[in-house]
């Protein structure tokens, strides 16, 4: 069973800062079963990236992803103030604790 | 438009059987490749997945919960159902319903695309 960790579990920035969130698998996962989502209290993941890198109909392009095997990169180039909100990482079934990005 | 909603009791008792319904719309379980998990969240931790139902009537569960749960389907009505047995506190969650579609038939790519809003469920006595 893959277990999956996310770093930080805080981030705490500005708006029109860069963000960068880390995953990381237990196993090798293929890109194709790798995905993120942003998760805003109260309410249900909304799909960001799948495939690793491929953005989600709809989704800004200030979001991108990046990775492979073990260690997968979500970067926000420039934080607005909607980002603001956790983001959990999905390898196959699995998912990750969530990072939190909120306002410094 | 995709759409799906969950429904079911806020609360049960420890040791209760629960059933929750998810009713979707915009896809059919009809169609070759559509699937529907449930998803849970306890408070303040990671979202678990527990079950998939596919198109075929595939079933695939959570390895740690699976003789727990049944998933069904109820195709010409549009609903998915979840059934957990010997229900606990610990299981006090937000359950969620969601489409995914199988790999073989959405290009390899596999991700949750649509969700319901979600169930919170009590399990207190």
């Known amino acids: 069973e893959i277990v999956v960790t996310q770093s930080p579990g805080t981030l705490s920035l500005s708006p029109g800062e860069r963000a960068t969130l880390s995953c990381r698998a237990s196993?090798?996962?293929?890109?194709?079963?790798f995905a993120w989502y942003q998760q805003k209290p109260g309410k249900a993941p909304r799909l960001l990236i799948y495939g690793a890198s491929r953005r989600a109909a709809g989704i800004p392009d200030r979001f991108s992803g990046s990775g492979s095997g073990t260690d997968f990169t979500l970067t926000i180039s420039r934080l607005e103030p909607e980002d603001f909100a956790v983001y959990v990482c999905l390898a196959e079934f699995t998912f990750g604790p969530g990072t939190k990005v909120d306002l410094k | 438009q995709v759409t799906l909603r969950e429904s079911g009791p806020a609360l049960v008792k420890p040791t209760q059987t629960l059933t929750l319904t998810c009713t979707f719309s915009?896809?059919?379980?009809?169609?070759?490749?559509?699937?529907v998990s449930w998803i849970r969240q306890s408070p303040g931790k990671a979202l678990e997945w527990l079950a998939l139902?596919?198109?075929?009537?595939?079933?695939n569960y959570n390895s740690s919960l699976q003789t727990r749960l049944t998933i069904s389907k109820d195709t010409s009505r549009n609903q998915v159902v979840l059934t957990m047995t010997n229900m606990d506190p610990v299981d006090t969650a937000t359950y969620f319903c969601a489409r995914i579609q199988s790999p073989g038939y959405n290009s390899g790519w596999h991700y949750f695309d649509f969700w319901g809003q979600g169930a919170q469920v009590t399990v207190s006595s």
């Open positions: 915009g896809f059919s379980l009809h169609t070759s490749g559509m699937c």
């Open positions: 139902i596919d198109w075929g009537d595939d079933k």
């Open positions: 196993q090798s996962v293929s890109v194709s079963y």
